[in-house]
């Protein structure tokens, strides 16, 4: 079993920037697949960036291209998301995955994941 907990996020003007942290505990943290959703108000969870093994390939959403970057530090257990060049647009709740093994195939869907965190709110002003 992996908690997942996030922090990190809250209010921010637009062109701001924001670091997500994901912190992971109960399980060897290098194993697993790590990623990021985020959901609008009534919209359907979508995929933000993810990153398939410890030390591999990231892969982002053409909306995180460019401002998004996903790191993980396995010796603290935790995956960060810095998000620069906020926009409106940005605003959602963003979720921390995790999925056991390797990510192999799309990172995309969030149905491969097995674990998830709370969520937490991240609100761009414009």
């Known amino acids: 079993q992996v908690q997942l907990a996030e922090s990190g996020g809250g209010l921010v003007q637009a062109g701001g920037s924001l670091r997500l942290s994901c912190a992971a505990s109960?399980?060897?943290?290098?194993?697993?697949?790590m990623g990021w959703f985020r959901q609008a108000p009534g919209a359907e969870r979508e995929f933000v960036a993810a990153v398939r093994w410890e030390g591999g390939p990231s892969y982002y959403a053409d909306s995180a291209k460019g401002r998004f970057t996903l790191f993980r530090v396995n010796a603290e257990n935790t995956l960060y998301l810095q998000m620069n060049s906020l926009k409106a647009e940005d605003t959602a709740v963003y979720y921390c995955?995790?999925?056991?093994?390797?990510?192999?195939?799309?990172?995309?869907?969030?149905?491969?994941?097995?674990?998830w965190g709370q969520g937490i709110q991240v609100t761009v002003s414009s």
């Open positions: 995955a995790a999925k056991r093994g390797a990510i192999e195939g799309d990172p995309t869907g969030p149905d491969i994941y097995d674990y």
């Open positions: 109960g399980r060897t943290f290098s194993n697993y697949g």
